[in-house]
């Protein structure tokens, strides 16, 4: 089995610049190819898929990701910039900041001894995850918030725009690369259960603006594949992708030569174009702040729904009506609207609040609330980094605001800011939101199965018993579009399933994600994904004017009480 390190890089280019880009492209057949400067911005993604017994043997045991990953059955590592980003090509969705979701590898998992090995295992992950991401931090009693337990993992999440320096030096050594730390997405991921021995690094830069040349070379134990695409029109929508262009390896074994390409591949993730959501907090926010989200479709004539949902019109069976197909499909529940949100200890749900009846009529059902949840503790006495929540939206119970002309879906969410540590000379201070991720979550094995039982109770009812065959099914068309989809949804070459919100979803399921509209931020001109919130904290100045206030209240009201006692 080969050890080498393969790398692929896939850069798109705008139609306009591809003859200019291609032009100057250097090509020194026997050890190098070089990619010009330019100043039109373009796309990138790299992906560096390594055996797992390279690392072993290679990579010394000071490295902590090394240490964490020997500890793993799987590992996913996620950073993504606080700032908005086109993400669609690729289909790399992460919520704003760092996300680490893990399967501890328990050494011994016979009765009696699990619990004490689980916990020995954890303290070791949290240990070495704590100077991975603090690298600068030596001090051994600064608090490193553990993680939660999620249906599929344990997680940690913290919403910051950078790496440190040991993840990027765990990295490079395993990459035996430098790299920079411009990206605006990073994944590793590794993972044991399913059989694989490759361990993943992925970076993606949405506008490169490279001002030297791009320079690749063949290397002992690399294989190099560099592709430079320009995106097919034609062949692209939301549901589907089509690149075409050249693609160029590197590799010890034949010379360097270019290969014209042309594909089309069927994203899992997708991004809706035409639809969007504006949320806030509603004022004044103090330590109750209520989140409040709206939909709005850009086309108002189509409905507010995945295109999925919307087959072409020459796929409908002449016996269906296209309205009662429309209606039909509506109703299968293909397609469930969910927003996922990772909080800050700051804050917390109160789940009791959430499963009230009158929260569901307003068409907010929350599904899952993971990890810190406890309704009194200040936030200086959480260990844990703070809460995940899954919520499904109804969209036909939605709030609809009557001062508006046209219908807005609009949702509410009550949150709670914890108490704070009293500050001296400080009223209040500002924490971090990261904005949740709104997403239709559609399994195509529902399409599936309805149409061939309708299509099975169609021919039994008007067709000939002796020839029941797949052909005479009036949907036979419409399976076979879904059947489709769902062959080529595990053939994305850029994108896999993983650990993350999309574990809490089968293999049969597509995602379409609603893009938040944003502000842009007047400092660094770039549109943020977060929310900047200021909570109320008690000052220090206060404590001995407060401390006599209160036992002068206390005493007047037991002499008052004790006066009526006796009075």
């Known amino acids: 089995m080969s050890t080498n390190i393969v790398q692929r890089t896939t850069i798109i280019i705008p139609k306009s610049s591809e003859l200019q880009f291609h032009e100057k492209v250097k090509i020194d057949k026997a050890y ?257 702040p209520k989140y409040k989200l709206s939909l709005h479709n850009e086309k108002s004539e189509t409905p507010l729904q995945p295109p999925l949902l919307i087959q072409p019109a020459n796929l409908i069976p002449e016996q269906a009506d296209s309205t009662e197909y429309c209606d039909l499909v509506n109703n299968l529940d293909v ?80 949150l709670h800011s914890r108490y704070s540590k009293p500050m001296q000379n400080i009223t209040s201070f500002e924490t971090k939101i990261p904005y949740p991720n709104l997403f239709w979550a559609c399994d195509l094995t529902i399409p599936i199965e309805t149409f061939t039982s309708l299509g099975a109770a169609f021919i039994k009812e008007h067709g000939d018993e002796t020839s029941i065959i797949l052909s005479k099914n009036p949907y036979s068309r419409i399976i076979s579009n879904f059947e489709q989809e769902l062959q080529v949804l595990q053939k994305s070459p850029f994108h896999h399933k993983f650990l993350g919100f999309e574990s809490y979803f089968d293999d049969n399921t597509v995602f379409y994600h609603i893009q938040p509209q944003l502000d842009i931020n007047s400092d660094t001109n770039n549109q943020k994904l977060t929310f900047d919130l200021t909570i109320p904290v008690a000052d220090l100045n206060d404590f001995n004017n407060v401390h006599i206030i209160t036992l002068l209240v206390v005493m007047f009201s037991g002499f008052y009480i004790l006066k009526k006692l006796f009075h």
């Open 335 to 414: 397609c469930k609207l969910y927003l996922s949100w990772n909080l800050p200890k700051d804050f917390f749900m109160d789940k009791y609040q959430l499963k009230d009846d009158r929260m569901k009529e307003t068409g907010l059902n929350l599904i899952g609330l993971y990890g810190e949840t406890n309704l009194e503790l200040p936030n200086y006495l959480i260990k844990k980094w703070g809460s995940e929540a899954l919520f499904e939206l109804n969209i036909s119970q939605a709030h609809l605001p009557s001062s508006s002309s046209s219908s807005v879906p609009t949702f509410e969410i009550p």
């Open 32 to 288: 190098s190819i070089t990619l010009p400067s330019t100043i039109v911005p373009f796309k990138r993604q790299d992906r560096f898929t390594i055996p797992i017994a390279r690392i072993l043997k290679d990579v010394s045991y000071e490295s902590h990701l090394l240490k964490i990953l020997k500890d793993c059955y799987s590992f996913r590592l996620q950073f993504s910039k606080l700032e908005d980003y086109d993400s669609s090509i690729f289909g790399d969705v992460a919520s704003p900041g760092l996300s680490v979701n893990f399967i501890p590898q328990i050494a011994d998992d016979s009765a009696g001894v699990y619990e004490t090995n689980f916990n020995k295992t954890i303290t070791a992950i949290n240990q070495e995850l704590k100077k991975l991401l603090y690298a600068d931090i030596n001090d051994e009693s600064v608090l490193f918030n553990e993680f939660i337990v999620t249906p599929t993992a344990l997680k940690y999440f913290e919403p910051t725009n950078e790496i440190s320096y040991s993840l990027k030096k765990s990295i490079e050594d395993i990459l035996e690369k430098s790299i920079s730390t411009d990206f605006q997405y990073l994944e590793i991921s590794y993972d044991s259960i399913n059989n694989s021995d490759k361990f993943m690094v992925q970076f993606y830069w949405a506008d490169v603006m490279a001002s030297e040349d791009l320079i690749f070379t063949k290397k002992q134990d690399y294989k190099t594949e560099v592709g430079i695409f320009t995106i097919e029109e034609k062949l692209t929508n939301v549901d589907n992708t089509g690149l075409a262009g050249v693609r160029f390896v590197l590799d010890n074994s034949d010379d360097i030569v270019p290969m014209k390409t042309s594909f089309q591949f069927t994203p899992r993730h997708r991004t809706l174009l035409d639809i969007s959501y504006k949320n806030e907090f509603i004022k004044p926010i103090g330590l109750h």
